[in-house]
């Protein structure tokens, strides 16, 4: 009785842990639709797969943000560029639906790249940028 009364704590601290991780990742997710938006706003950007590999060869791209279903080879590749580029990379959790609407558009976008965040500190505050 004993082993079982212990289990179903284990489940009940469990999915506490999983409600506060999912809330932490939600505040994230709407703290980098925000910077996305002033960027939108006030920087300058380039969306799109081709786009962003040209200003990653040119050196002026300064952070990547990549949707959660990009093409694997796709997505291995721009951080491959990114790297040589010293740019930063985001992996940006929602699809790319989710990054075409936060970034206030009503298309898909897969990648885009920020050359100047404006007003924005969206290159200070991310993980894995510079």
Do not use: W
């Amino acid at each position: 009785l004993l082993s079982v009364d212990h289990g179903y704590r284990h489940i009940i601290e469990r999915r506490t842990n999983t409600m506060v991780n999912t809330k932490k990742q939600k505040k994230a997710q709407e703290s980098i639709n925000a910077r996305l938006a002033l960027v939108m706003k006030s920087g300058k950007f380039t969306l799109g797969y081709k786009s962003t590999l040209k200003t990653l060869r040119s050196g002026k791209a300064k952070l990547i943000i990549i949707s959660s279903n990009c093409p694997p080879l796709r997505k291995s590749e721009i951080e491959y560029y990114a790297m040589l580029a010293k740019a930063g990379v985001h992996h940006y959790s929602g699809t790319n639906i989710d990054l075409g609407t936060s970034c206030g558009k009503y298309f898909r976008v897969s990648v885009l790249s920020i050359t100047d965040p404006g007003d924005s500190d969206i290159i200070r505050q991310m993980p894995g940028a510079q």
